[in-house]
């Protein structure tokens, strides 16, 4: 990391690795525990594994990285010649992982500004991505915060998933919530709302919600530029129906990304899962 100011995220951002490797952004992993052995996100095991783990009924749960990890991604942005750090992360609301990053940059080598994005998966890395273009401008620790914290506020995220079950055991949707959505076989939609995952509609069957959620995308793209994310677990078709769907019906869009979501916010949506991240310029 050459520039000034350093861009670091997390492994629930979901970039693609191309990105990451032009714009200079660090990845700080999350870590999958399956069975009882504990895999980083991104190096150690794959969605695909993490799919086959869900559907044999292993136990799997997710984990904060610690502050030391922090430190060390931190240290090494200072030593490459980072005079300041921007580290992003997901919602605090359904991570530790920005208390993790907090602790690590009080005693960082160079002043870091953590930030709470509200947002998960590409709605964190869209965030990533103004911060590091704002970096590479030359701009000033305040202005890349302030350029990823923008982003954030006009950024929205909806998603559909088969079932609420995997989000109600890992505690990240309310167990009222989650038989709502149960009930007479409702298919769910659900959304980031103040970092957190909420229900938004029920509707009565996965076409129906699957339409429903291009339409919501393609009404909070409206016409002026946008970017916008596809996320997946195990349904590429699914993906690529819908994004060639929105590349017809969004006149402003600008990157369009198509991702298969990685093992951690899979362990907590289960397969199935289709999302799409609005995130106007």
């Given at each position: 990391m050459s520039r000034h100011v350093a861009i670091v995220t997390d492994s629930t951002a979901y970039l693609p690795q191309q990105a990451m490797e032009r714009h200079d952004i660090a990845t700080v992993p999350l870590t999958v525990v399956i069975g009882g052995r504990a895999l980083e996100e991104g190096n150690e095991i794959s969605a695909r594994s993490l799919a086959q783990a869900l559907a044999k009924r292993r136990p799997v749960t997710t984990s904060r990285p610690s502050p030391a990890t922090f430190a060390a991604a931190y240290r090494s942005a200072a030593e490459a010649g980072a005079t300041g750090i921007?580290?992003?992360?997901?919602?605090?609301?359904?991570?530790?992982?920005?208390?993790?990053?907090?602790?690590?940059?009080?005693?960082?080598?160079?002043?870091?500004?953590?930030?709470?994005?509200?947002?998960?998966?590409?709605?964190?890395?869209?965030?990533?991505?103004?911060?590091?273009?704002?970096?590479?401008?030359?701009?000033?620790?305040d202005e890349a915060v302030a350029a990823a914290e923008k982003r954030a506020a006009g950024t929205s995220a909806y998603f559909y998933v088969d079932t609420l079950d995997y989000l109600r055991r890992g505690g990240?949707?309310?167990?009222?919530?989650?038989?709502?959505?149960?009930?007479?076989?409702?298919?769910?939609?659900?959304?980031?709302?103040?970092?957190?995952?909420?229900?938004?509609?029920?509707?009565?069957?996965?076409?129906?919600?699957?339409?429903?959620?291009?339409?919501?995308?393609?009404?909070?793209?409206?016409?002026?530029?946008?970017?916008?994310?596809?996320?997946?677990?195990?349904?590429?078709?699914?993906?690529?129906?819908?994004?060639?769907?929105?590349?017809?019906?969004?006149?402003?869009?600008?990157?369009?990304?198509?991702?298969?979501?990685?093992?951690?916010?899979?362990?907590?949506?289960?397969?199935?899962?289709?999302?799409?991240?609005?995130?106007?310029?």
């Open positions: 921007v580290s992003l992360h997901l919602s605090a609301e359904i991570s530790g992982t920005h208390d993790a990053a907090v602790l690590a940059a009080k005693d960082a080598p160079v002043p870091v500004r953590v930030v709470d994005t509200g947002m998960v998966a590409m709605a964190l890395g869209f965030c990533a991505l103004a911060a590091a273009e704002v970096a590479e401008a030359g701009g000033s620790l990240r949707i309310g167990a009222a919530q989650a038989l709502l959505g149960s009930a007479l076989a409702v298919k769910p939609l659900l959304q980031l709302a103040g970092g957190r995952i909420e229900l938004l509609e029920k509707v009565r069957t996965a076409s129906r919600a699957i339409a429903r959620l291009e339409e919501i995308a393609v009404e909070r793209a409206g016409a002026g530029p946008v970017d916008i994310a596809v996320h997946h677990l195990a349904t590429p078709d699914r993906a690529e129906s819908l994004a060639g769907r929105l590349r017809e019906r969004v006149p402003g869009l600008g990157e369009l990304h198509v991702s298969e979501v990685g093992a951690v916010i899979g362990a907590h949506t289960g397969p199935g899962l289709l999302g799409a991240v609005i995130s106007p310029r």
